[in-house]
Every structure is written in C-alpha cells, then in structure tokens.
C-alpha cells in the first residue's frame, strides 16, 4: 500500500526548505554577544538545510563558514541580499549593535531582530542601546532585558545566566526558522 502524507509534513522529513532545496532564511549574528548566540543556534541546526547561519564580528575565534570582519560589510550585504528572510541578532549598545542598525538601513529582506538590552550598570551602553532601538524602522525587534536576570537568577553566576538567555533567543529565532520553513518545530 502507498502511504499518502500531507506535502508540509514530507517537507519536514525531508528537512526541505518551503520552495524546495534552497534555503531562503538567513541568520546573521552580529559582534561577541551575537557570535555567541549564533554559536548555539548552529548546535541544534547541526547540517540541516534550515538556514544559513553568517557570523560578523572583530575577532574570529571558532572556524564559521560565512564569518566575516567589520570591515567586510558591504561583502556580507551583498551575500544577504538574496535571501528571502533574514533574521539579525546582537547585543544592544555595542559596535555589533550599531552594525545590526546599520545592516537594517541597507537591506529590504530584514524579518526581525533578536537582541539583549544591556544590565543598568553598563551606562554608556544603555544610552546607545536606547539610541539604536529608536532609529531602527522594523516591525519585529524582540528584546531581552538583561536586568530581569537580576531577579530571575540573582545567584547565578553571569556568564551561566548569559548561556540561558542565549538559549532563549535561540529557541525563538528556531521558531521563526520552522514558521518560514512551514515545518512544525520538532524541537
Ligand atoms: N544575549 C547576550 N548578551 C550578551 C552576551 N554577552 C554580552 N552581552 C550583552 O551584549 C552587550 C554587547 O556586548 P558584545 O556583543 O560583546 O559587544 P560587541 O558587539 O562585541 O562590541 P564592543 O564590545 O562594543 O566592541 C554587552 O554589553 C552585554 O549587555 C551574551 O552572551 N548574550
Ligand atoms: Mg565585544
């Protein structure tokens, strides 16, 4: 007997992209809190024809196959302009945050943004995260407020808080990956 399933759940098994083997989501991770973000979004996307995953940042320290060099912007917005859906993620208030303004200003296929809003006592990077959320024109900037953490996880050591909320965002940029995809989240 032939077993008739459903095109999006065959899709899903075949781990196709929604118009067939080429992926059409890019993710682009912007400075060292991006990097980090994108470092975890690559475990569970393993080889997976889902999204391509770019990497922009001053310091290479792990082997990517898109890293680029702030210097090499205008190569990466020329690699991105093809995609689809682009997804950017950084920390806010950084030079990786003014790169992630920057790229909103130049590309027309920007879906939303993933981003942390610094901890109060990062004074000069709270005034240009606020700075940076302001002159951005995109309708989906989902923000992390890094200070909750305070009060989520007040005995946590920093860095493991920062491993969580990478995690977090990381959940949320994989549903968006599966929603464009037309797959249903198996994760
Ligand atoms: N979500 C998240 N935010 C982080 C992490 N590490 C740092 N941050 C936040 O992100 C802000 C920017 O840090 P980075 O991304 O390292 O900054 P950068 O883009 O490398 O640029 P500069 O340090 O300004 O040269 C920090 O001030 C923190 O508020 C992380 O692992 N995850
Ligand atoms: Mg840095």
């Not at 991006?34 to 290479?60: C, P, Q």
């Amino acid at each position: 007997m032939v077993r008739l399933v459903r095109w999006n759940d065959l899709r899903g098994e075949l781990n196709l992209a929604a118009d067939g083997l080429k992926t059409r989501i890019a993710v682009v991770g912007l400075g060292g809190a991006g990097t980090s973000i994108v470092m975890v979004l690559n475990r569970y996307l393993e080889d997976k024809n889902l999204a391509d995953v770019f990497v922009i940042n001053s310091e290479k320290y792990t082997e990517f196959k898109r890293f680029y060099f702030y210097h090499q912007l205008e190569d990466v917005i020329e690699s991105l302009k093809p995609y689809r859906y682009v997804l950017l993620t950084a920390g806010l208030g950084s030079t990786g945050g003014d790169l992630l303004v920057g790229l909103t200003k130049r590309l027309s296929n920007i879906k939303s943004i993933f981003v942390s809003f610094p901890f109060s006592v990062e004074d000069s990077r709270v005034k240009r995260a606020v700075e940076q959320l302001n002159s951005m024109d995109v309708s989906e900037i989902h923000v992390v407020n890094l200070n909750f953490l305070l009060q989520r996880m007040p005995n946590m050591p920093i860095i493991a808080a920062l491993e969580i909320v990478n995690e977090e965002i990381v959940a949320k940029i994989l549903d968006e990956i599966f929603e464009y995809s037309n797959i249903k989240n198996p994760i």
